[in-house]
């Protein structure tokens, strides 16, 4: 499966922005799809995640601020981020997981997120 995120940008504290991340191959119903992201000078993190049934996951920092959700028909999940906050900045990539695999073996290119003050 290829993947392309999209849907970054700048935002000012407090403000919202919705990722997109589209997915190629018709099997896209059968992954577990996340988001990751990467701040600069550190280390990639979880953000959030779906799994192929639709049960989500959360980062505890981004827990009630951030929504994933995902579209079979569409190929696609999103990221919706509220309440943005100045340490949500960071490249945002989306990740996929085949439905039984252990890791995420594909990844997307990112999409970069700034929030200012």
């Known amino acids: 499966v290829q993947l392309q995120a999209s849907g970054g940008g700048l935002v000012q504290a407090g403000g919202s922005l919705r990722l997109s991340c589209a997915a190629s191959?018709?099997?896209?119903?059968?992954?577990?799809m996340a988001w990751f992201r990467q701040a600069p000078g550190k280390e990639r993190e979880f953000v959030a995640a779906?799994?192929?049934?639709?049960?989500?996951t959360y980062a505890d920092s981004v827990k009630g601020r951030f929504t994933i959700s995902r579209d079979n028909a569409r190929n696609a999940v999103y990221l919706e981020m509220n309440s943005l906050k100045l340490e949500d900045t960071a490249v945002y990539y989306c990740?996929?997981?085949?439905?039984?695999?252990?890791?995420?073996?594909?990844w997307g290119q990112g999409t970069e997120v700034t929030v200012s003050s």
């Open positions: 779906i799994s192929w049934s639709g049960d989500n």
């Open positions: 990740a996929a997981r085949p439905k039984f695999g252990q890791n995420y073996d594909y």
């Open positions: 191959g018709r099997t896209f119903s059968s992954y577990n």
